[in-house]
């Protein structure tokens, strides 16, 4: 999760797209250069992607390609094999066909200069088209990035909670638009704050998990991307894998979906965007079931109604009920212990060596008055760290047979703790 500084899955690519013609490698004077750059790049973003071309769970938890990679290419680019052959990519589809038949005896090590790239730029809040001119400029890329030159990411480990957040940002045109992830977390990785977030646009289609949830699209139909582009969706996989490779679509309206609004199933023609917000507006106010956890970590919200503030057991279930984190204020503790551990997160830091990597350590605490915390590795070795230090730097072995890294944060008093996990490195 990386970045200068949506939330569906991508299933299976389809074999028609894997084999299209648009993709092939032919044998041409080259006008490719070996680029170490280029050979980081693509095997960095293999590792988010299955043998088969699905997500990795765990590596995609903005379920988009610049927020969880860092960046996108803009089609189509040129690549050249170890083996002296060149394929020139089309579009993201046939990007993801050159990752998954890589292997140790072919591989992508060269690219043609230039080329551009598509980041997000913390400093404008807004998507921007980079041109890359030559391999000191690609590796400077990658250095902002965090990825080393092992193809090495360093990551943001949030919780699987769903309490989404929207926040607001640009297209390299300069229009306006929202986008949701999955949780705060997820939202802070990607460099947003407190600040940053606002109300969930339901007429970006692209704007949070709403429609598994709330009705079955009917296929065919046609989308519009940001650059104008009309795509026809043809079937589940090609409309998830739109969705990945696009922070923005319109629809080309009528659609036709099955709705399941108000516990009654039919099948509904929506005409225009206010028609399909609408739609959403309703599924989200029949949803009851919001899938929150039950884990403890207490938010309240003061009501516009009374004044009086309500405290709910966790961020997920103040949503559920309509509000969002704008609607947050500090909860009244006064009457007990209601000691906090929350936006728990682990960064994968750098391989110390073929056996051993770094973690930095970072929470929130409150309503708790002591000075000190506990952290357990693995459910077996407990370790005592100053509050005042973190974020802290902590130097952990890999153990070749657990794929898992995992600690919790404790108080002393086990008056509140908190767990995280996460995928520990290659490095080898």
């Given at each position: 999760?990386?970045?200068?500084?949506?939330?569906?899955?991508?299933?299976?690519?389809?074999?028609?797209?894997?084999?299209?013609?648009?993709?092939?490698?032919?044998?041409?004077?080259?006008?490719?250069?070996?680029?170490?750059?280029?050979?980081?790049?693509?095997?960095?973003?293999?590792?988010?992607?299955?043998?088969?071309?699905?997500?990795?769970?765990?590596?995609?938890?903005?379920?988009?390609?610049?927020?969880?990679?860092?960046?996108?290419?803009?089609?189509?680019?040129?690549?050249?094999?170890?083996?002296?052959s060149e394929v020139t990519i089309q579009d993201f589809n046939g990007l993801i066909?050159?990752?998954?038949?890589?292997?140790?005896?072919?591989?992508?090590?060269?690219?043609?200069?230039?080329?551009?790239?598509?980041?997000?730029?913390?400093?404008?809040?807004?998507?921007?088209?980079?041109?890359?001119?030559?391999?000191?400029?690609?590796?400077?890329?990658?250095?902002?990035?965090?990825?080393?030159?092992?193809?090495?990411?360093?990551?943001?480990?949030?919780?699987?909670?769903?309490?989404?957040?929207?926040?607001?940002?640009?297209?390299?045109?300069?229009?306006?638009?929202?986008?949701?992830?999955?949780?705060?977390?997820?939202?802070?990785?990607?460099?947003?704050?407190?600040?940053?977030?606002?109300?969930?646009?339901?007429?970006?289609?692209?704007?949070?998990?709403?429609?598994?949830?709330?009705?079955?699209?009917?296929?065919?139909?046609?989308?519009?991307?940001?650059?104008?582009?009309?795509?026809?969706?043809?079937?589940?996989?090609?409309?998830?894998?739109?969705?990945?490779?696009?922070?923005?679509?319109?629809?080309?309206?009528?659609?036709?979906?099955?709705?399941?609004?108000?516990?009654?199933?039919?099948?509904?023609?929506?005409?225009?965007?206010?028609?399909?917000?609408?739609?959403?507006?309703?599924?989200?106010?029949?949803?009851?079931?919001?899938?929150?956890?039950?884990?403890?970590?207490?938010?309240?919200?003061?009501?516009?109604?009374?004044?009086?503030?309500?405290?709910?057991?966790?961020?997920?279930?103040?949503?559920?009920?309509?509000?969002?984190?704008?609607?947050?204020?500090?909860?009244?503790?006064?009457?007990?212990?209601?000691?906090?551990?929350?936006?728990?997160?682990?960064?994968?830091?750098?391989?110390?060596?073929?056996?051993?990597?770094?973690?930095?350590?970072?929470?929130?605490?409150?309503?708790?008055?002591?000075?000190?915390?506990?952290?357990?590795?693995?459910?077996?070795?407990?370790?005592?760290?100053?509050?005042?230090?973190?974020?802290?730097?902590?130097?952990?072995?890999?153990?070749?047979?657990?794929?898992?890294?995992?600690?919790?944060?404790?108080?002393?008093?086990?008056?509140?703790?908190?767990?995280?996990?996460?995928?520990?490195?290659?490095?080898?």
């Open positions: 999760m990386n970045h200068i500084k949506l939330s569906f899955i991508v299933l299976i690519f389809s074999v028609f797209i894997f084999s299209s013609c648009k993709d092939e490698s032919i044998n041409v004077p080259k006008n490719t250069v070996e680029s170490t750059a280029a050979q980081s790049s693509i095997k960095a973003l293999k590792s988010h992607f299955n043998q088969d071309g699905t997500l990795r769970d765990g590596e995609n938890p903005a379920n988009n390609i610049i927020f969880d990679f860092c960046f996108d290419f803009v089609y189509p680019i040129t690549l050249s094999y170890n083996t002296g066909a050159v990752l998954i038949n890589m292997s140790d005896d072919l591989y992508i090590n060269g690219i043609a200069f230039p080329f551009q790239v598509e980041v997000f730029n913390d400093a404008t809040n807004s998507f921007e088209v980079v041109s890359i001119q030559n391999e000191e400029s690609f590796m400077d890329l990658l250095e902002n990035c965090s990825i080393d030159d092992d193809g090495n990411e360093e990551d943001c480990v949030c919780t699987e909670e769903y309490a989404p957040v929207c926040v607001q940002v640009m297209d390299s045109s300069g229009e306006s638009f929202t986008i949701g992830f999955p949780n705060m977390c997820v939202a802070e990785c990607e460099g947003f704050t407190q600040d940053d977030v606002v109300d969930c646009d339901y007429s970006n289609p692209a704007d949070g998990d709403y429609f598994d949830d709330c009705f079955d699209m009917i296929y065919p139909f046609s989308v519009v991307n940001a650059d104008g582009e009309t795509i026809q969706i043809n079937d589940e996989d090609d409309f998830e894998a739109v969705i990945y490779a696009n922070y923005y679509f319109d629809f080309v309206y009528p659609i036709t979906v099955d709705s399941e609004v108000n516990g009654e199933e039919g099948t509904i023609v929506v005409n225009n965007e206010e028609e399909l917000a609408t739609l959403l507006m309703q599924c989200d106010d029949e949803d009851d079931d919001c899938n929150c956890t039950d884990v403890y970590e207490p938010v309240c919200v003061l009501n516009p109604e009374n004044g009086e503030t309500i405290t709910f057991d966790n961020e997920c279930e103040a949503i559920c009920e309509g509000f969002t984190p704008n609607n947050f204020v500090d909860c009244n503790t006064s009457g007990g212990n209601n000691c906090d551990i929350s936006n728990l997160s682990v960064f994968i830091g750098d391989c110390i060596s073929t056996t051993a990597y770094s973690i930095s350590l970072d929470f929130d605490i409150s309503n708790y008055d002591g000075d000190t915390f506990n952290v357990t590795f693995d459910g077996t070795t407990t370790y005592s760290y100053a509050i005042v230090d973190l974020p802290i730097t902590i130097d952990l072995d890999i153990n070749p047979n657990n794929a898992t890294g995992w600690l919790l944060v404790s108080t002393p008093d086990n008056t509140c703790e908190e767990d995280i996990n996460w995928n520990v490195p290659n490095c080898e």
